[in-house]
DNA sequence: TTGTACGCGTTATCAA
DNA sequence: TTGATAACGCGTACAA
């Protein structure tokens, strides 16, 4: 009865049972060189009754890559961001890579120690949705070998290769298509300015404006739906309440949808409304809304490519920023009827 | 200028950096036995110097624990395993370990290669939400001594520990709360007999029916929320239409959302309705979507511990099954009125 | 085509 | 308290 995971059988008891030499049976495992069919058969045949694994600690010690990429991510329960892992594990598996998941929960120091433990345990590069601020130890040299891709995010002060959305251009469309609706205020409601995403998508909105010759209102201590629930209510309560509501995420979205119901208050009737970031019940809610669609899967596909790009050899191409389009979803939150 | 991440310090360099030898450094990086305060102090600063970090590779290797377990879920887009990943990611980090994510899609043969390679790189564990079939494979494993959690639904054929929900009371619950809106003609909209909390649901609901004396209406080929509508529609089109759905997953209840929008029936006044599995912006929907809710996070986190239990030695426990309560939230769909 | 010997970075064992 | 040495399982380099 074998004792725990480390009785597994080894190299050397398939070269015992099939009664050749351990090269031999390395060769048949990987297949790169030429084995006589029929002691590669009975190498096989060993391997079988076995039920022999190789142990990928230790062809990662002898100084080959560990196939492993670390993931950090902000948030997995996010669908955007969940929608970006599912992708980089289908790439991952396709090169014969393992993808390490950790949630740093938007916490620097969280991140930080993730990071360090995807080091020791040696991955090949890292995929990286960086927190705000504090990656001045990305930099440090040890980790600065390691190949980084940024996800969703550049890292604030570190030259790496990035994956991003075009956000400022959602954004200002967005803002630019409530405007063909007549509307003149049109309110932005989202954090301050944090995030690379943050400041991208209150720049868009600032572009339409002032290209329409129009006033910038902004809320920016938005960071939920709680918090976005109560700046909408005190935006309501102006005495020339806007007509039009920018929202800079799928969080305050719903948030901003709580307190219009709250109030009484009716989209697109009373109040138009564009979000950023689709999610799945969003052509469900009454009325149907109206979004910034961010291409979540193909972000996630692209960053792991790039990755493997750099892991295979191309690395001494200059950093580069891969940008995606995103795609506005017109439906009828906006003030347009659609279908 | 280092090579790569192969190029890293080892304990040798720290060693000859430090004037000590390798197993000093050992020691005090581990901190497990004595080492006189000077020379720890020493080697503190060679580790500082050179950067070092331990390679987990050598240390899985040498017959340790390779201090990660595997996660191979069914779909990480789903926000409820997404809300299980996050539990399990942190209870592993507090326990020092790291996760390997895998997303199955739902499909044995891929989930069956994601255990291969999980195998190889010596998981000391794993959590396992199971595909509908196929599982034979898991017998040789378990053989292997390889403690494995089930999550969400127990592997078919294989006795291992398991956590779960009351999958069954909670849709009895749901029904029996239909019943007693008066409804007679309640209808289930789900998949077949293929997976275990499918069956446990509609177990519940029939169970509610026949205590309550009504006939089942049950469509079992709705898979998706493309399909749910369809089912829906077929309902619907009954000289006697049920006046009450419900609906076995998120998927199936957004489906038939957007089939009762499009026939133009209200909900709940033409149609009841209560699903199975919350979701975020459920209390938003008109009406507020009456749903049972899992507890996600929970679940995670008692899977990672059960299986923490396991590899701290007390594993000649019986196999264990834990089971979750769910929780009916009432809100407006199922014909109540709310707040 | 096949086999032998060594080293990867770490820890356990034993000796000093 | 410290250090030298032998594994751990595999792949590379060479020899047969």
């Known amino acids: 009865m074998p004792a725990g995971p480390t009785s597994r059988p080894t190299l050397h008891d398939v070269a015992r049972e099939a009664r050749v030499g351990v090269m031999t049976v390395s060769r048949v495992v990987n297949g790169k060189q030429s084995v006589r069919p029929e002691t590669a058969a009975r190498v096989r045949t060993a391997i079988a009754t076995l039920g022999y694994q190789p142990n990928d600690a230790a062809r990662s010690l002898k100084g080959q890559r560990s196939r492993t990429m670390g993931l950090v991510i902000a948030d997995i329960t996010n669908p955007f961001y969940a929608g970006c892992a599912k992708a980089i594990e289908e790439v991952a598996r396709a090169h014969g890579y393992a993808v390490i998941l950790c949630d740093s929960d938007e916490q620097v120091e969280i991140e930080r120690q993730q990071v360090d433990i995807l080091v020791r345990r040696r991955v090949d590069g890292l995929l990286l949705v960086p927190t705000a601020n504090g990656h001045a130890y990305l930099a440090e040299e040890q980790v600065a070998a390691l190949p980084v891709i940024a996800l969703d995010r550049p890292i604030p002060g570190i030259p790496t290769d990035a994956v991003v959305v075009q956000n400022r251009r959602g954004a200002r469309e967005a803002t630019e298509h409530l405007i063909g609706h007549g509307h003149r205020r049109i309110a932005y409601i989202g954090a301050g300015a944090g995030l690379y995403t943050t400041r991208e998508r209150r720049a868009g ?68 409304l564009i979000g950023f970031d689709d999610f799945e019940i969003a052509a469900l809610l009454h009325p149907r809304l109206t979004l910034v669609r961010q291409p979540a899967a193909e972000l996630g596909r692209r960053a792991a490519e790039l990755l493997f790009e750099r892991l295979d050899g191309r690395s001494s191409k200059p950093v580069q920023r891969v940008v995606l389009a995103t795609e506005l979803i017109v439906r009828e939150s906006c003030g347009c009827r659609h279908e």
């Open 205 to 272: 909105y600032r572009e339409a404006l002032k290209a329409a010759g129009l006033a910038e209102i902004s809320r920016l201590d938005a960071a939920d739906s709680a918090t976005a629930a109560r700046a909408l209510r005190e935006l309501a309560a102006l005495s020339e309440p806007p007509t039009a509501i920018f929202a800079m995420n799928n969080l305050i979205t719903i948030g901003v949808l709580q307190a219009l119901d709250h109030l009484g208050l009716r989209v697109p009737h009373d109040v138009a």
